[in-house]
């Protein structure tokens, strides 16, 4: 019988750092090393850990790192709280990749780029920006507006800072919900950063973030002259099947597992307003 | 035609079973009927329809997807399928006939669903031309002619004998294999109650109902539609509509600790419950009134449109004499009906 996408694929936990104080990022290996599949960036992939539970999770890792890929997971609910509990050398079950993908080689590419993130939605644009950090000469400008609630809360701090914010290629502008000791950058909410920053209108915008910061960071967009084909998300509901089956994940006749993640603002208007 | 006298049926349900797993309709004690693996003596029902729908050969209420052994940090994947035996359903009904065809478009789309096309590939659908259809029957709304049903191969009755023809390959050779049981009958009797039925057809209740105001192209004007909140405002949110109905084809995957071991299993699933889209972080669908609009939008607008157009409902009428509260597509249909 040929293979079927719903009986998973071994990984091991090779690495496990602590972002935030509810965020950790896993490194997983294929048993005999490498990683377990190749990806685009905005793909996803089904994590499960048998007799607790299966759940899609964005690949936060570049496809560019040959070595492993990488998972940014909040710890959230029941399954994600066994996550964070594993130690290295626990084994999971991991099938995909899954969904469609950022264009980063067809829509994206030669365009100056805007990255908007708040909170853990910066892991699967991480994936987009490391790509294009390891091809930039196929990229135009590249900006990346990230926040969250807390210094202590911003995921991936440490390669922000180390190599993001030493790229002399790239810009970052960091913001924190409330002022707090220690940090010195800006406060604020990123929808009203992005609009404080005035980005160039010829940018292409990628954002990701809790429902609310994506609402208003598009509304704030559209008062600076972005238009909606401008702009794109990454959307995520509840999944079981992951190839548009199961049947729960759907916005209108679009399944986020198999028709997204990745949306363009101009096709979730012609989509009903229900996730 | 090929046919066979009606006192020779079980005769040949004999033969079938000898060879194959034989499944046919057979009625229960209150009256109502369900599909059984047959036995010598049973008797195939004469009623219209089984209360559940056929959907269970192919799509099975719970399954088995894949086992797991745990050992300290370490997972081992045990892929439990088995190639399934051949087996023949008899006396299908046109709507369940064509419901195969809708679950077909779900289950054998890429990436093709390996446990579901193990059992369409060795599952022989024989079919039963229908010649008393009920009040809550509304097949031909959607194309369907209950005098001429799909399957594999569709068997017609006149009263006195049953007349087999074969719709493809498959059902060729399920008739070749009873051949030296069928002998060569004159139609003409047959013909007139075909005749008939259609006649009937046109008489009953629901015979105008019309697919008209619907399709994908009424995405947005459906979903925005104020009659949802009057429509769903009994709902229960039972999930009887989508456990009866033969197109409905949403499922969970669960796992159980076994204390030997994890099994994996797919169970069959309801849009109408409200845990169906929660998750950790919130709820998509929060109130039955978005669950209900979920349900019939996809059958009437999400489905053709992602279909050519087929609608995701083949009016075998079995939620409109199933559901607690007696709402039912039909009322959703003639409520949502652009005039």
Known sequence: MNNDTLIPLVGVITDIRQDTPDVKTFRVNALEGGKVFEHMPGQCAMLSIPGVGEGMFSI?????????????????GCLTTWLHAMDVGQQITIRGPYGNHFPVETELKGKDLLFIAGGIGLAPLRSVINYVRDNRANYGDVQIVYGSRSKDDLVDYKEIIDEWMA?????????IDNPQEGWDGHVGFVPNYVKELNPSTNKTVLVCGPPIMIKFTLAGLKELGFTETQVYTT??????????????????NKYVCKDGPVFRFDQLDELPDEY | MLKISADKLNDLFDAISAKQTLYIPVDREAGSAEYKKYESGMEMSRGLNTVRSAKDFFFPQTENLADFKMNGKNIEVIDIREESEDFVIFGVRACDARSFTILDKVFLAEPVDSYYKNRRDHGTVVTMACTRPAETCFCTTFGIDPTAPEGDAAVFSDGENYFFKANNEKGQAFIDSISDMLQDGDTEKLEKIQENTREIMKKLPLANLSTDSFGGER??????????????????GCGTCTFVCPTCQCYDIRDFDTGNGIKRFRCWDSCMYSDFTKMAHGNSRNSQLERFRQRFMHKLVYFPANNNGEFGCVGCGRCLSKCPISMNIVKVMKALEVK
């Open chain 2, 219 to 236: 995405l947005m004007e459906h979903f925005s539609s104020e009659k949802w909140a009057e429509l769903s405002e009994s709902c229960l």
């Open chain 1, 60 to 76: 936060t890792s570049s496809p560019t790192n040959k070595e492993f890929m990488e998972f940014s997971i909040k710890k959230c």
């Open chain 1, 167 to 175: 790229d002399p290629n790239i810009q970052v502008n960091l913001t």
């Open chain 1, 235 to 252: 959307m995520e509901l509840r999944m079981k099947c992951a190839v548009g089956k199961c049947g729960r994940c759907n916005i209108g």
